[in-house]
């Protein structure tokens, strides 16, 4: 063999499968690394819009640690995740079951379970943004005419209210994620299982809790990971509904952190506040894939 | 200790009429099989029983106590599913116990119970693993043993053996009649294979579109089929038929076609003298045609082999007797070659014969 050199590289283990990556390695380090390394490089410095900046180390940090603004952000993210992922997680899995039961037109009710998602998020932000307006809000309304109200409700001007008002639209948008991904996997739960049960003398709770939640489990947290990740991450949202206001109480990373970064000008500190995102994220799908594995 | 009746039972899935007028007696410790074609209604039938499936008509009694409306948990049966039905995500032994513990059975006693009966089916080492890491024939044990521990009034068995292969089936099947000799409970199991179903049954329920056409013993159904679909799904190789010519011959009857004349014997005259002169189905089981050396009278068929076919303990012939087409089974040491001339005896009183238009027995 002449060329057996050459023939012998290409044909070392990995090595011809690690060339045929390399574009897409390519790709990706371009698209994804590069930002990621740019802003954690940004946050390590004092960069404005405008003027590039110089070395600063942690300060950036330092400072939002000192930050009451800051502080507020972080709470307002893990009130906004853990209580939208939580009512995701239980009225999507509900509406599946209903959905998963045999009924005359189903199949449109699937359908329409799609229609949040379906709808630009900016589009059906607006609409709640009207439906939660102080003044004209469709709900004060119908409350005020029906005599239980005598003023409209305040929904995204007081703290609270502003809060839950964000959540619940992020919940009605994000069900049929929920819903769809679960129904799918409640189809391939074998149905012969639950007749076995009912012979074994099985309740609806019994037949729930022993196989279909065991048999959805690995489905779940991985759909429940992708939701935490994308709600913890969330940003068109809350800055159309609010801005973060009234008085930050619904600002979460994303948007604290557009607003520093663009709004604001600061890069750097819009960098830093971002940066607090990964580590969440990662511990998150580190979870997830450790649960899995043992799964399997 | 449990008997089961079935009385005018229908099932109706809409349009579709998949049971009709299922009128079954299953007496205390009887092994009942129902064997029919695909889509006859068997596993509608056993599911009814079960309660699995809402009956339209008629009445459902086991042990003398109605259960139109008792949910299956209430009727105290068990089911063993065509494909098993075991839960994946538990083990073998939570498989077994999952019944007895919703029946709050003391823990010490479930242990017990699905120990026996885990070393009953042999599968005492397996009590750890979950079902994915079974093999076809062990899945089979355990979905038996989740039935057995229950120690139910009737067993409801769904094909349980169609998905494994040939000798493991043999090797059940056996096992399965074993264990029922020695529990003795009442049980009922479909299948659609007929050799199955002779081998197991006390009693038989042949099936077709959703009627029974025949129940009886194994051989006493073999031996007279009541009508023409019995005679062809009971038997393998499947029965001959023959369109056939009754004419009296001097005190006697013969059936006649071209190419031969067969007497009929003596007991069917009376059955078959208002035949006379007009056409019948004769039915002829291949192993019921013996190769004949030399003529030996009235009843030897002239046959042009055709195909020859050995499977092992017989050789199967295909033939042609003036312008019919026969298969005969004949021992594996006969020297029938391809294309030559044999003679055939039919043994004359394993004749079946059948009305042309109800295809009913003659008899
Ligand atoms: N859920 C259902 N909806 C509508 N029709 C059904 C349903 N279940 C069964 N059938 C029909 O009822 C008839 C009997 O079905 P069944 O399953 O009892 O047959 P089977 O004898 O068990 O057949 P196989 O040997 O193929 O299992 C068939 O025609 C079938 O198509
Ligand atoms: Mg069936």
Same mark, same amino acid.
């Given at each position: 063999m002449k060329s057996g050199q050459s023939v012998g590289f290409l044909q070392r283990k990995g090595v011809l499968g690690?060339?045929?990556t390399v574009p897409?390695?390519?790709?990706?380090?371009?698209?994804?690394?590069?930002?990621? =390394?740019?802003?954690?490089?940004?946050?390590?410095t004092n960069t404005i819009i405008g003027r590039t900046g110089s070395f600063v180390g942690l300060e950036n940090y330092i400072d939002l640690f000192h930050s009451d603004v800051f502080w507020l952000t972080a709470f307002n993210t893990v009130v906004y995740t853990v209580g939208a992922v939580f009512f995701k997680l239980i009225l999507g899995l509900g509406l599946a079951i209903l959905l998963n039961r045999d009924f005359k037109g189903k199949g449109l009710m699937r359908a329409i379970v799609l229609l949040p998602w379906i709808v630009p998020t900016a589009l059906s932000t607006i609409a709640f943004w009207w439906i939660f307006d102080s003044n004209f809000s469709c709900i004060s309304w119908l409350f005020m005419k029906l005599g239980i109200m005598h003023a409209p409700i305040n929904f995204l001007g007081s703290t609270v209210n502003a809060r839950i008002s964000v959540i619940i639209v992020n919940i009605w948008r994000g069900i049929p994620f929920f819903t769809i991904g679960l129904l799918a996997g409640l189809q391939t739960i074998n149905h012969t299982l639950y007749e076995a049960a009912d012979i074994d003398g099985a309740t609806p709770w019994i037949k729930f809790k022993s196989i279909t939640l065991p048999l959805l489990m690995p489905l779940l947290s991985v759909i429940t990971t992708f939701s935490i990740i994308w709600t913890f991450a969330d940003f068109q949202l809350i800055w159309i509904m609010t801005r973060g206001g009234p008085d930050n109480a619904t600002h979460i990373f994303g948007t604290f952190s557009f607003q520093r970064a663009i709004a604001g000008g600061h890069l750097g500190e819009g960098a830093a506040i971002s940066a607090f995102i990964f580590p969440v994220l990662f511990i998150c799908v580190l979870i997830t894939s450790k649960y899995l594995k043992r799964e399997n | 200790m449990a008997e089961v009746l079935l009385e005018h039972v229908g099932k @109706?899935?809409?349009? +579709?009429?998949?049971v009709d007028d299922f009128n079954l007696t299953i007496y205390h410790d009887e092994f009942m099989v129902f064997v029919g074609p695909s889509g006859c209604g068997k596993t509608t039938t056993l599911r009814m029983i079960a309660g699995l499936e809402e009956i339209t008509s008629g009445d459902i009694a086991i042990e003398g106590r109605r259960v139109n409306n008792v949910p299956p948990k209430d009727r105290d049966i068990a089911m063993v599913f065509q494909n098993y039905a075991l839960y994946p995500h538990m083990t073998v032994y939570q498989?077994?116990?999952?019944?007895?513990?919703l029946k709050k059975v003391a823990q010490q006693e479930i242990d017990k119970r699905v120990r026996q009966t885990a070393e009953m089916l042999g599968i005492l080492g397996l009590l750890k693993r979950k079902p994915k890491e079974l093999s076809g024939g062990q899945r089979q044990r355990v979905a038996l043993g989740r039935a057995i521990v229950r120690i139910p009034k009737v067993y409801l068995f769904d094909e349980p053996l169609s998905n494994l292969d040939a000798k493991l089936r043999v090797q059940m099947r056996l096992e399965l009649k074993k264990l029922h000799k020695k529990m003795g409970t009442t049980s009922i199991y479909v299948t659609h294979d007929q050799i199955e179903a002779m081998t197991m049954g006390d009693r038989i329920a042949v099936m077709k579109d959703g009627r029974i056409q025949q129940v009886g013993e194994p051989l006493q159904i073999y031996m007279h089929p009541i009508n023409r679909f019995v005679a062809s799904f009971i038997g393998s190789p499947t029965m001959n038929f023959l369109d056939v010519h009754? =004419?009296? @011959?001097? %005190?006697?009857?013969? =059936?006649?076609?071209?190419?031969?004349?067969?007497?009929?014997? %003596?007991?069917k005259k009376r059955a078959i003298a208002p035949y006379e002169g007009k056409e019948v189905i004769l039915g002829v089981r291949p192993e019921d045609l013996s190769e004949g050396g030399e003529n030996r009278g009235a009843g030897t068929l002239k046959a042009?082999?055709?195909? =020859?076919?050995?499977v092992g303990n017989q050789i199967y012939v295909d033939v042609k007797v003036g312008a019919h087409n026969l298969l005969a089974a004949v021992p594996p040491q006969s020297l +029938?070659?391809?294309m030559e001339e044999m003679a055939l005896n039919p043994r004359l009183d394993n004749l079946h014969y059948f009305d042309p238009k109800s295809e009913l027995a003659i008899a």
């Open positions: 690690f060339l045929f897409a390695d390519a790709i990706l380090l371009l698209l994804l690394a590069y930002p990621f =390394v740019l802003g954690i490089w940004l946050s390590f | @109706k899935f809409g349009k +579709v009429v998949a498989n077994m116990a999952f019944g007895l513990k009754v =004419v009296k @011959k001097g %005190e006697g009857y013969h =059936v006649e076609s071209k190419g031969f004349s067969l007497p009929v014997p %003596e007991e042009h082999v055709e195909v =020859v076919q050995p +029938v070659k391809t």
